[in-house]
């Protein structure tokens, strides 16, 4: 072989791959998620990648707009009967599993069953219904105790572990064990033999899914499979995925760094934006079991002191469109949000806080504070509250680890002597504070609570007044109630929200604003 | 000498059997739970106590380590706690890009370390010596994540000449194949060319000092003959040496590699496995380098007796 002829063999070996990516490329989207995509059972887990998948592969029977208003999805609609104690749902015609089986009553009754068996908003519903049933093939009775008015918002929830309908076959599996089938009859089929745990996972469009007409918003709507193809690409290294995304080699990055923000603005071919409408709220988790912080004076001491805009800044940086203080246990612009009980949260004075710990008897007493060092925006605010705890003058012992290491020490009920805890840190999807029903971490019931075992029994019986409570006028009074309580027992410290902007190329159509992460209906122009 | 490798073989067994209790050990006793990363944060503990009682995480730690051990003996490396996946499937999806990242840096590295360890020998004291040198103190010094940034930035991201991550299976094209690994390959081979070259140089140079190498060029033999056929031979022992030891140094470096460029390998398996505490993969995995890095003494002791017919077994 001439060299010539050599070298232009060569230079075709190398280009035609190339050739034939780019005519891949624009029927296929390729994404960076935020996180590895382990477990694909969103019941078994609460992981957010999980959700995020399973909207994609699974579809909820009723979804929720951008008003918090419930919007039937596979459902039909439904019909109230009894006074509010009977709900009858009817299903859409022509919706089908990916394996062509149409979606049934009995399929919705198993879904919602295992479901409840793990969900906090679910166990109240499982708690105060009668009974469940398929009526026909269409159409699902579910029979209350007594009114419960939450019933539809329940099974609209959109954040943490939503009520996703799968076969009934494979929603009969145990809540505690993985389901080993991921047939679902949402807007794109999961590839599994393509996925590479760590690596990729791929979808493909699923033809047989029929949107509805109305146009999206959060998670009802149309769900539209715009890309024919969808590849998750999981890069765990923000500057390469970084680069990537600059370079064209992927189509959209879920949650870059915030570091990383300015360089990615400054390219023409990218657009940065807030797809989270809500955004992210930081925690500051104390331990009520141990002190110093199991006096409540030690911990109202500590929020006087509290500083949002430190904590919000020390994630975001220097850019205050990126945040918003919110003195509040929940959600800014959500329903029940107030300021009613907040005024100690807004006092920010170091000196103030000093004088009240020195009068509610610290004593110098060890606060291990757990530090997840491998999380950027836990680690941020974590650094702020070990910053404060010094200047506060208190015994700190600051234990830097990995996340991983963090929930296991932070389940351990035992005194610091022996493995406990004082304060962690820890973030929040925004819906994730919208009211009682989804805030697992204001939960007051001691040894059963979430990590910091608060107790409360004031809070608990308005939390249950809350459930029963006829009208959102009614939800709003009670909820005010909840949280002027919580700002004198403390169950933690509210710090606030911050946006975690997306990235993608300017080519990318169709991203939908949510505060839950929405793949479907976005697409690419060539 | 086929007793001897028969001998060597059989003995792995005892050492894999004593990597395994020690990972196994040092896992359970270590801090983590992945029931806790499964539950994920809208979980009470009460939860998180089920799902360790579901996956068999509260039994003593004999019960677990004798139930690993039966599935060792019958080759079943377990399940992924996360992904429901069996651990030899998860580790056959990336072996592939491990070993060939691994082969490329070793031919890549061998090529250029050590022409410039013989070259720097031959011109000791000159100024091509202290450039080598100075190359392999940037090689040693310099982590290999940065190496990783810089050449990404300037190859992929400024001159586009080639992609910034991923990898390409050798299946789907050898253009694509090479282009994917090329970055990788400097940046973990920096610090490997940096050793051999070192090395080579200074056999090289106690080599070059012995009697028949002063009898070679009284013969009238040519230079490259001289450093390529007696000298380099001759001093082939030690280096080998040094590129065996030096796997484990590779194995170490690709996984930081891998994340670096995003490779789909058993570096960042590990890693991920770490994070999450998904035992079982990382159990797998530690036992799989173990026995390679066993392996590869073996075969390092047996190219011994290639490059010095002295030695005998």
Known sequence: ?526 | MLAYVARRILSTIPVMLVVAFVVFSMLILSPGDPAAVIAGDQATPEDVERIRAALGLDRPFFVQFAEFLWRLLHFDLGTSIFTNLPVSHMIAQRIEPTVALMVFTIVLSVAIAVPLGVIAAWKAGSWIDRGVMIFAVFGFSVPVFVVGYLLAYIFALELDWLPVQGYTPIAQGFGPFVENLVLPSIALGSVYIALIARITRATMLEVLAQDYIRTAKAKGLGTRDVLFLHALKNAAVPISTVVGIGIALLIGGAVVTESVFAIPGLGRLTVDAILRRDYPVIQGVVLLFSFVYVLVNLLIDLLYTVFDPRIRY
């Not at chain 1, 990729?200 to 193809?229: H, I, L």
């Not at chain 1, 060890?366 to 997840?372: D, G, K, P, T």
């Not at chain 1, 819906?431 to 409360?456: I, L």
Request: charged residues 25%.
């Open chain 1, 1 to 526: 072989m001439r060299r010539r002829t050599f070298i232009a063999t060569a230079a075709a070996t190398f280009a035609a791959p190339r050739v034939h990516g780019q005519a891949t490329a624009t029927r296929t989207l390729r994404i960076v998620p935020q996180a590895n995509l382990t477990s694909l059972d969103p019941v078994w887990t609460t992981a957010t990648i999980t959700r995020t998948h399973s909207y994609l592969v699974y579809d909820t029977i009723l979804g929720v707009d951008a008003n918090f208003q419930v919007k039937p999805q596979l459902a039909d609609g439904w019909q109230i009967e009894d006074d509010g104690r009977t709900y009858i749902f009817t299903l859409r015609e022509g919706q089908r599993f990916h394996n062509g089986e149409p979606v049934l009553a009995r399929d919705c009754v198993a879904s919602i069953r295992r479901w409840w068996a793990r969900d906090g908003f679910g166990q109240e519903v499982a708690k105060r219904h009668d009974s469940i049933e398929a009526l026909d093939d269409r159409r699902f009775r579910i029979r209350l105790k007594r009114p419960f008015s939450h019933l539809l918002a329940a099974l609209a929830k959109p954040n943490a572990s939503p009520c996703f309908v799968m076969p009934e076959s494979v929603a009969s599996t145990s809540a505690d064990q993985q389901i080993t089938s991921w047939i679902g009859s949402g807007p794109y089929r999961f590839l599994r033999d393509e996925w590479v745990p760590g690596s990729r996972a791929a979808y493909a469009r699923f033809e047989g899914y029929v949107p509805r007409r109305e146009e999206p918003e959060w998670t009802s709507g149309a769900k539209r499979a715009n890309a024919e193809r969808m590849e998750w690409h999981i890069i765990s290294d923000p500057a390469t995925a970084g680069a990537a995304l600059q370079s064209g080699e992927v189509d959209f990055w879920e949650i870059p760094l915030h570091d990383l923000l300015p360089v990615l603005r400054r390219n023409r071919n990218i657009i940065v934006e807030n797809r989270d409408t809500i955004g992210t709220v930081g925690m500051l988790r104390l331990n009520h079991l141990h002190p110093p912080f199991d006096n409540p004076e030690i911990r109202r001491a500590l929020l006087l002191a509290i500083n949002q805009e430190d904590y919000l800044k020390a994630v975001v940086g220097d850019h205050p469109e990126m945040f918003n203080a919110s003195y509040s246990y929940w959600t800014l612009g959500g329903p029940m949000h107030t300021e009613a009980g907040a005024d100690a949260l807004k006092v920010r004075s170091v000196e103030r806080a000093k004088e009240a710990l020195a009068k509610a008897g610290y004593r110098g007493e060890r606060v291990v504070q757990l530090h997840a060092s491998d999380f950027p925006t836990i680690a941020a605010q974590s650094l702020v509250t070990a910053d404060l705890l010094r200047r506060l003058g208190m015994n700190l012992d600051f234990v830097a680890a990995d996340w991983g290491t963090v929930v296991q020490r932070r389940a351990s009920r035992e005194p610091i002597e022996r493995g406990g805890w004082n304060v962690f840190h820890t973030t929040w999807a925004g819906p994730d504070w919208m009211d009682p029903a989804a805030a697992v971490g204001m939960r007051t019931n001691g040894p059963n609570a979430w990590f910091g075992w608060p107790t409360s029994e004031k809070i608990e019986a308005l939390r249950e007044q809350w459930f029963d409570a006829p009208n959102l006028a009614e939800q709003k009074r009670i909820a005010t109630a909840i949280q002027v309580e919580a700002f004198q027992v403390v169950p933690h410290v509210p710090l606030g929200h911050f946006l975690s902007p997306s990235a993608w190329r300017s080519n990318v159509t169709g991203v939908l604003r949510s505060p839950v992460v929405l793949f479907y209906n976005m697409g690419k122009s060539a």
